[in-house]
């Protein structure tokens, strides 16, 4: 029985510069270690077939040339020979193992080595070990450094690999499993760390699991969608119970290091901001005296309009591109799935070229807010839309984007990021400061020990109204 998580919905298709770099040094890595378990395991084969060969010659040397062969104690010798040419090439393995790659970089409690606590994250045993790791990295870690930023992703992927193994060291301790010589390898640690982060960080993402099994011998696979807490909960929960029915993780596998880096994950996803928020709100005395001109409103005087929320869209409004035809097409014969699909594709290509499609990204940002409670889009989208028009000057979109993702979640960190960006576009803009200062108070009240919190705080106390 196999379920194994093949997508999720918040991912862009963009693997960043960090992810890069730890793929890249990790299959760098693996090329050299299994280039020297290759040259270790022929070298092995050849002291075997030498071992055999002096064991016969010296059972043959005792018995003499004109000896008459008697096959019960020919067996018993060849046992014999066998057994002992088992031990000899264990010795012999067991002291050219510690000159291998996998030993000098992996994490050996016996012969700890504060480096190893880094370079066992690079070194896999196989390429299955390798690429199953790297899977569950493609899935949460990218989403992770989008969320983060290089940075403090980086810094803290480093972070729950390096608890991942101390934990993983202290279970051994409590076990009696300190002088252990089997090398902790891998960068499950750290990824479970990326899992853990993920689950807290993105909550409300949905996973695409594939699922094979064999029922009455006939296969049977397909995939179904499941809430990522609950994948990755499940996940953790396994985790748990082999660590603690396995012990000192004496199948291969190491549980118990996967279980730290989890819990490391998930602290760091709660109390460590994302990289929007290392845009902090500055006091009004250190801002420019300059005001800045004022921009157009496309969206407020639009949403006052009389309009109900899921009445057809007009044909003469629409935007000059087919695709987007379509979907609003799709949306007037309550295809919202479809319609959903297309606006996001489109939405992704207005953002990268919005010079030339502005007049296109405007109208069709206007028509999502205006038939937000219809359309099927991921709000995690719509928040980087919201994002990306704040960088293009499109500040009242932005503003009435991240208003209704605030509105949409009420809490977790989509709902923080997106009340600490309107109202720091609102003070930006000078454009409803009264508001700001209301948002940021709620986010105060929400979680008065996030970061995003402790910068609105801030704000508050620069302008005397804490």
């Given at each position: 029985?196999?379920?194994l998580p093949?997508?999720t919905d918040v991912?862009?298709g963009?693997?960043r510069?960090?992810a890069?770099w730890i793929?890249?040094?990790c299959l760098?890595a693996?090329l050299?270690?299994a280039d020297d378990?290759?040259?270790?395991?022929?070298?092995l084969e050849?002291i075997?077939?030498?071992?055999?060969?002096?064991?016969?010659?010296?059972?043959?040397?005792?018995r003499?040339?004109?000896?008459i062969p008697?096959?019960?104690?020919m067996?018993?010798?060849v046992k014999?020979?066998?057994s002992t040419v088992?031990?000899?090439?264990?010795a012999k393995?067991?002291?050219?193992?510690?000159?291998?790659?996998?030993y000098k970089f992996?994490?050996v409690?016996?012969?700890?080595?504060i480096l190893?606590?880094i370079?066992?994250m690079?070194?896999h045993?196989?390429?299955l070990?390798?690429f199953?790791?790297l899977w569950?990295?493609?899935?949460?870690?990218v989403?992770?450094?989008?969320?983060?930023g290089?940075?403090r992703f980086?810094?803290s992927?480093?972070?729950c690999?390096i608890?991942?193994?101390?934990f993983f060291?202290v279970?051994?301790?409590l076990t009696?499993n300190?002088?252990a010589?089997?090398?902790?390898i891998?960068?499950?640690?750290a990824?479970?760390?990326t899992?853990?982060?993920?689950v807290?960080t993105?909550?409300?993402?949905?996973?695409?699991?594939f699922y094979?099994?064999?029922l009455l011998?006939?296969?049977?696979?397909?995939?179904f969608v499941m809430?990522?807490?609950?994948?990755?909960?499940?996940w953790?929960?396994?985790?748990?119970?082999?660590?603690?029915?396995?012990?000192?993780d004496?199948?291969?596998?190491?549980?118990t290091?996967h279980?730290g880096?989890?819990?490391?994950?998930l602290?760091?996803g709660k109390f460590?901001?994302?990289e929007?928020e290392?845009a902090?709100?500055?006091?009004?005395k250190?801002?420019s005296?300059?005001t800045p001109?004022?921009?157009?409103?496309?969206?407020d005087?639009?949403?006052?309009?009389?309009?109900?929320?899921?009445?057809p869209?007009?044909?003469?409004a629409?935007?000059?591109?087919?695709?987007?035809?379509q979907?609003?097409?799709a949306?007037?014969?309550?295809d919202?799935a479809?319609?959903?699909r297309l606006?996001?594709e489109?939405m992704?290509?207005?953002l990268?070229n919005?010079?030339?499609?502005h007049?296109a990204l405007?109208?069709?940002?206007?028509?999502i807010?205006?038939?937000?409670?219809?359309?099927?889009?991921n709000p995690s989208h719509v928040y980087?839309?919201?994002k990306?028009?704040?960088?293009l000057?499109?500040?009242n979109?932005?503003?009435?984007a991240?208003?209704?993702?605030?509105a949409?979640f009420?809490?977790?960190?989509?709902y923080?990021?997106?009340m600490?960006?309107?109202?720091?576009?609102?003070?930006?803009?000078?454009?409803d400061p009264?508001?700001?200062?209301?948002?940021?108070?709620?986010?105060?009240d929400a979680?008065?020990?996030?970061?995003?919190?402790?910068?609105?705080?801030?704000?508050l106390?620069?302008?005397g109204?804490?």
């Amino acid at each position: 029985m196999l379920f194994l998580p093949i997508s999720t919905d918040v991912h862009d298709g963009r693997i960043r510069m960090a992810a890069l770099w730890i793929a890249a040094i990790c299959l760098l890595a693996h090329l050299f270690v299994a280039d020297d378990i290759n040259k270790v395991e022929a070298e092995l084969e050849a002291i075997h077939e030498e071992l055999r060969e002096q064991e016969f010659k010296e059972m043959f040397n005792e018995r003499g040339e004109d000896a008459i062969p008697d096959m019960r104690k020919m067996i018993t010798d060849v046992k014999n020979v066998n057994s002992t040419v088992e031990q000899k090439l264990k010795a012999k393995a067991k002291e050219r193992r510690k000159s291998m790659l996998i030993y000098k970089f992996g994490l050996v409690p016996k012969h700890f080595n504060i480096l190893n606590l880094i370079s066992h994250m690079f070194v896999h045993g196989g390429w299955l070990h390798l690429f199953g790791n790297l899977w569950f990295f493609y899935l949460c870690g990218v989403a992770m450094e989008k969320y983060w930023g290089f940075g403090r992703f980086l810094t803290s992927y480093l972070t729950c690999g390096i608890g991942a193994s101390i934990f993983f060291l202290v279970f051994n301790a409590l076990t009696g499993n300190l002088q252990a010589d089997t090398p902790l390898i891998g960068a499950s640690g750290a990824i479970a760390g990326t899992m853990g982060a993920f689950v807290v960080t993105h909550a409300k993402c949905k996973v695409n699991v594939f699922y094979f099994f064999m029922l009455l011998f006939m296969p049977r696979w397909g995939t179904f969608v499941m809430p990522a807490t609950f994948y990755f909960g499940l996940w953790f929960v396994f985790q748990v119970v082999q660590g603690a029915i396995l012990g000192g993780d004496l199948t291969g596998v190491a549980y118990t290091a996967h279980v730290g880096g989890f819990v490391i994950g998930l602290g760091l996803g709660k109390f460590l901001g994302s990289e929007d928020e290392d845009a902090l709100v500055s006091p009004p005395k250190t801002r420019s005296k300059k005001t800045p001109p004022k921009r157009k409103a496309f969206i407020d005087t639009s949403i006052s309009a009389p309009a109900r929320a899921g009445s057809p869209i007009e044909s003469d409004a629409l935007p000059p591109v087919p695709r987007i035809a379509q979907a609003w097409n799709a949306f007037n014969e309550r295809d919202y799935a479809t319609s959903s699909r297309l606006i996001t594709e489109e939405m992704d290509v207005f953002l990268q070229n919005p010079r030339h499609y502005h007049d296109a990204l405007v109208d069709t940002m206007y028509k999502i807010i205006r038939h937000w409670d219809l359309l099927e889009l991921n709000p995690s989208h719509v928040y980087q839309w919201a994002k990306r028009l704040s960088q293009l000057g499109l500040h009242n979109l932005a503003i009435s984007a991240f208003d209704l993702i605030a509105a949409e979640f009420k809490s977790g960190h989509l709902y923080m990021s997106s009340m600490y960006n309107a109202a720091y576009l609102r003070i930006q803009t000078r454009s409803d400061p009264e508001k700001a200062r209301e948002g940021f108070k709620k986010l105060i009240d929400a979680d008065p020990d996030n970061v995003l919190s402790r910068q609105a705080s801030k704000y508050l106390q620069s302008v005397g109204a804490l």
